[in-house]
């Protein structure tokens, strides 16, 4: 089954203690990203890559690190977590190519953070 | 910047029509829409990538006016599994590649 699948589903930390959330996607696609939603804002981007070794910053940044190794996978990093970093985070991934205009996004199923 | 939506919320009987309006101060290349159920994540519903243009998925249709910068999403006679949070999301030349999302229309359908 064609899917994007994210890991943990839930997670409450505390400040400042590093933490990893997995993204992979079994579709080959080439371009990937990850977004938070919180309530009345909608989602917004925090990074995305065009391919491997290829991230790039999106629209809220600051606190994530991201890697692209390998094709499949896409994690995002929080070195030192805080409490405004609390949230529902999403990968989604598409079959875009460099240049080319956007297409479908197949999201994840969300990973709600907590940090306390 | 993101996309602006309106309205923010919008509350139909079964059976009624809806309007979801998005715009952007910037040019689009695309607009895209995107419906989440509660507790879900985001599912795809179209692109639209001309302007002018209009697209249609089930009772659901879209149209994109690339000279005013804005789309709006049609659902007619809605069904109950209509009920979701409605976004946009928008393709600009000066966006650097990215896609951003307005910050939805919630839409709730009472039978």
């Known amino acids: 089954e064609a899917q994007v699948t994210q890991n943990p589903r839930y997670l409450i930390t505390v400040t400042g203690k590093k933490l990893t959330v997995t993204c992979s996607q079994n579709m080959n696609h080439e371009y990937m990203s990850w977004y938070r939603q919180d309530p009345g804002l909608g989602l917004r981007q925090i990074y995305y890559s065009m391919n491997v070794e290829v991230t790039d910053k999106g629209d809220v940044p600051e606190g994530y690190k991201v890697s692209r190794k390998e094709k499949r996978n896409f994690p995002l990093i929080l070195e030192s977590p805080s409490p405004n970093q609390t949230s529902l985070y999403f990968c989604?991934?598409?079959?875009?190519?460099?240049?080319?205009?956007?297409?479908?996004?197949?999201f994840g199923p969300g990973t709600r953070l907590t940090v306390l | 910047q993101q996309p602006v939506q309106s309205p923010q919320a919008v509350i139909l009987r079964e059976g009624e029509d809806a309007v979801i309006n998005c715009s952007s101060s910037?040019?689009?290349?695309?607009v895209h829409w995107y419906r989440q159920k509660h507790g879900e994540a985001p599912v795809f519903l179209m692109i639209l990538l001309k302007g002018g243009e209009q697209k249609g998925h089930e009772k659901i249709s879209a149209s994109f006016n690339e000279k005013k910068q804005q789309s709006s999403l049609y659902l007619t006679a809605s069904q109950l599994s209509y009920s979701g949070t409605y976004f946009c999301?928008?393709?600009?030349?000066?966006?650097?590649?990215?896609?951003?999302f307005g910050q939805g229309t919630r839409l709730t359908i009472n039978p």
């Open positions: 999301g928008t393709d600009s030349p000066q966006g650097a590649q990215k896609l951003v």
């Open positions: 989604a991934s598409s079959p875009r190519l460099a240049g080319g205009p956007h297409n479908e996004q197949f």
């Open positions: 910037k040019a689009l290349y695309s």
